[in-house]
């Protein structure tokens, strides 16, 4: 019985190319999840893993869809073959049923996991460019030195601070980060 699984990282994210794919390569059952690679929880591959049995086959849109470290994508393939189910990717051309099948996906799994490390460090990279540029990441800060100073007056007159963040427009919690209740930093 073929049984399929497939993921995506983030709720907003959307499952239909590789559910279409699975439904096309004929799985009768197919588990989801959208949840980060990274994450150990995944609910759905948990599911499909109890329902397959001697002689099944996983099958996957992309072998990235299962994880993204080389270990857990080599133990979860051992933990197949231990209980005889064969894995199957459809876009990677991967059937660990044959032996060449097993050979490749060591290859693709060894390769899905460098992708991933070259993309972590390309992004490091460019913050490194964009921290030495003077750029920064994030949110705008809410607290400007304005708002700093306004601030510290409206406390210094007698405001508390929870009529300080109303004037202000910002939350108390803001204030409280910048100005703590026993705080000398007024």
């Known amino acids: 019985m073929l049984i399929g699984y497939a993921r995506v990282s983030t709720t907003d994210q959307d499952l239909s190319l590789q559910l279409n794919a699975l439904e096309s390569a004929g799985c009768l059952r197919i588990f989801t999840d959208k949840v980060s690679g990274k994450t150990h929880k995944r ?4 599911r499909a893993l109890r329902v397959l049995s001697v002689g099944d086959t996983l099958v996957v849109w992309k072998l990235d869809r299962l994880g993204r470290s080389m270990k ?11 209980r005889k189910i064969d894995l199957r990717s459809l876009t990677d051309g991967i059937d660990t049923k044959y032996p060449a099948g097993r050979f490749f996906f060591n290859v693709m ?11 972590v460090e390309r992004t490091l990279a460019g913050l490194e460019v964009a921290r030495l540029a003077g750029r920064r990441g994030g949110r705008p800060r809410i607290m400007t ?7 510290r007056k409206l ?28 705080s000398a930093a007024l």
């Open 155 to 182: 406390i210094l007159a007698g405001h508390d601070r929870r009529q300080t963040a109303s004037k202000l427009g910002v939350s108390t919690t803001s204030i409280y980060r910048h100005f703590p209740a026993l």
């Open 109 to 119: 799994a060894a390769l899905a996991v460098m992708e991933r490390e070259l993309c």
């Open 72 to 82: 857990g994508l080599i133990d979860l393939a051992a933990t197949l073959e231990r």
């Open 145 to 151: 030195e304005e708002k700093c100073s306004e601030a």
């Open 43 to 46: 609910p759905g591959l948990s």
